[in-house]
């Protein structure tokens, strides 16, 4: 059976990307693939350790591999080690640096590589210099998978080949991701007001997820009237700005940041409306888990968002950088409980259709399929 390496460098409880990688191997082995996850990490991270979770309960294999920054040429030997333990066929990287690795450890075992582009959004002063390595590496690679067309575009520019190229969306476990609870049920569960609307968002504390705009959309709907809460749920260097923010607008009471939760399911089901206030995406999974739990959206029309969510059929698009319109979204759905039912449920149907997990493993088991030569017709991703 061909042994897929999946690698990523990740610091806490991870994000996005995560959850995609985590979830491959149990919809890749019965199509004939053994997949492995080795992730790149700060020793000693406590995060790490709720991701080991994670992939228990996923049924993936996951290697920790100590990372003490660039120089640390430690991990170059520790993962040719994995790659010849495991005897890899495929290499999956899923950031800069696993990229450039990718590169450097086929010089001393063969494998094929692929890389998935997941879209680079977290601006720091590095950023440029890790961004500008991936851009070179990007081209070397035999796929290029991108989870939105407008990195399709980027990679292009960046001098991929077009038939190297390919469009993947992110997806969801349709059966781990569907409502099991009513709004009030889950409430009482979490302890939530049981009247008050509950708007809610879920996202690393980035400067690029709008956070802070959301905040002040609540601020001002509340200063209007509307009897709502906010709750923010997530960790990352943003955390400290916006506790500041939400005390100077004196909402402690109304406005809270919850940290990291691993109930987000349950929390996704107590919301009234899920938004997404971010400046820059790729295909984030968080709009998808709700809408597949049949939580209304409201978000930012940016990358590929608006593939996903149509405005007025399966959510509400606003316009990036607006406090106004993202007030005027919420209020609109606040003050009628039928818009948020119909977008709930044809949100729901719009993933099970076109953002199902399994049918997006079918795609990379393609992939993986004309990289060794092989079919396996027999099998399936089911």
């Known amino acids: 059976m061909p042994v897929v390496l999946d690698t990523r460098v990740v610091t806490g409880t991870g994000g996005g990307p995560d959850k995609t990688i985590l979830n491959s191997p149990r919809f890749l082995e019965p199509a004939g693939y053994r997949n492995v996850c ?13 991701l080991r979770g994670k992939a228990d309960a996923l049924r993936a294999p ?15 030997t520790r993962l040719l080690d994995i790659c010849r333990r495991e005897r890899v066929a495929i290499w999956h990287g899923h950031d800069y640096k696993s990229n450039a690795l990718g590169l450097v450890l086929r010089r001393w075992w063969p494998m094929r590589l ?44 960046a001098g991929v080949a077009d038939e190297r190229c390919v469009l993947i969306e992110n997806a969801i476990d349709t059966g781990q991701y569907s409502r099991t609870l009513t709004v009030a049920e889950a409430r009482q569960r979490l302890g939530f007001a049981p009247h008050r609307f509950i708007v809610g968002a879920i996202g690393r504390l980035s400067t690029e997820k709008g956070f802070d705009l959301l905040i002040r959309a609540a601020d001002a709907l509340m200063g209007s009237g509307v009897d709502l809460e906010l709750v ?24 809270r940041l919850l940290g990291y939760r691993a109930d987000t399911i349950e929390l996704y089901q107590a919301m009234d409306v899920f938004v997404l206030s971010s400046l820059r995406e790729g295909l984030p999974n968080v709009l998808l888990e709700a809408m597949a739990i049949e939580t209304p959206v409201v978000a930012t029309r940016i990358a590929g968002v608006p593939r996903l969510v149509q405005h007025d059929r399966n959510g509400l698009l606003v316009e990036p950088d607006s406090i106004e319109q993202l007030s005027a979204a919420i209020e609109r759905l606040a003050r009628d409980a039928d818009l948020r039912a119909r977008l709930g449920r044809a949100g729901r149907a719009t993933i099970e259709r ?15 399929d004309d990289l060794l030569g092989q079919r396996a017709g027999s099998t399936s991703c089911n």
């Open 38 to 50: 080795a992730y790149m990490h700060p020793p000693d991270d406590p995060g790490f350790e709720e």
């Open 62 to 76: 996951l290697v920790s591999v100590p990372d003490r920054g660039p120089w640390d040429t430690r991990v170059i």
């Open 114 to 157: 692929v890389t998935t582009v997941h879209g680079w959004v977290k601006r720091t002063r590095r950023t440029p210099l890790y961004y500008g390595l991936d851009r070179l590496c990007l081209p070397r690679y035999e796929r290029v998978i991108c989870v939105s067309p407008d990195l399709i575009d980027e990679c292009l520019a």
């Open 232 to 255: 923010i749920v997530g960790e990352g260097d943003q955390q400290s700005p916006l506790e500041r923010l939400v005390h100077s607008l004196n909402r402690g009471d109304r406005i």
């Open 354 to 368: 076109d953002y199902s997990f399994a049918s997006r493993m079918a795609k990379i088991r393609t992939i993986y």
